[in-house]
């Protein structure tokens, strides 16, 4: 049961990386597709501190762009280390960042989808993503977690790194 944990985990963190660098806060909001909630919230600011919301729209827009720079920047470094640390292969990191820009040109479809037909699509994805490992040779538990550790503690990742 441990061993088939670790595989379930690992292929969750493998979700979670393509997630993160492809759905941003889109796959946060069930309501809309995110625009809407980037301009509620510039308008909440800019009410609330009498800012322009011109102004305000534009410091988020720029914040947030860095900020998806500043998580690509990490995946790649993560990704080099494990290629010289010889974890994977030039070829396996260079398909992973392959499958991680597929997966951006298809977060649009994803964040005008409904709850549970975001449920659906994540659950096809994942065994998308289980044989998309598989066939490049891919050791999801030595490429775990590739986005860094996360909180950590949800759902029994106490007993992941031990």
Do not use: C
Request: hydrophobic share 35%.
């Amino acid at each position: 049961m441990e061993k088939r944990s670790k595989i379930i985990i690992s292929f969750l963190f493998l979700g979670a990386f393509i997630f993160a660098g492809v759905y941003g806060m889109k796959s946060v909001f069930a309501y809309g597709n995110g625009t809407d909630f980037h301009n509620q919230m510039a308008q909440k600011f800019s009410q609330r501190f009498n800012l322009n919301q011109a102004e305000v729209e534009s410091f988020l827009n720029d914040s947030f762009q860095e900020r998806q720079k500043e998580r690509q920047t990490y995946q790649e470094n993560r990704l080099n280390q494990l290629v010289l640390d010889g974890k994977i292969t030039q070829e396996q990191k260079e398909a992973i960042l392959k499958k991680r820009e597929e997966m951006m040109n298809e977060r649009e479809a994803m964040a005008n989808l409904s709850w549970e037909e975001r449920k659906t699509e994540r659950e096809k994805h994942q065994n998308e993503m289980k044989s998309w490992a598989k066939e490049n040779g891919i050791d999801l538990n030595e490429i775990m977690p590739i986005t860094g550790k996360g909180f950590g503690r949800g759902m029994g990742m106490e007993h992941y790194n031990r």
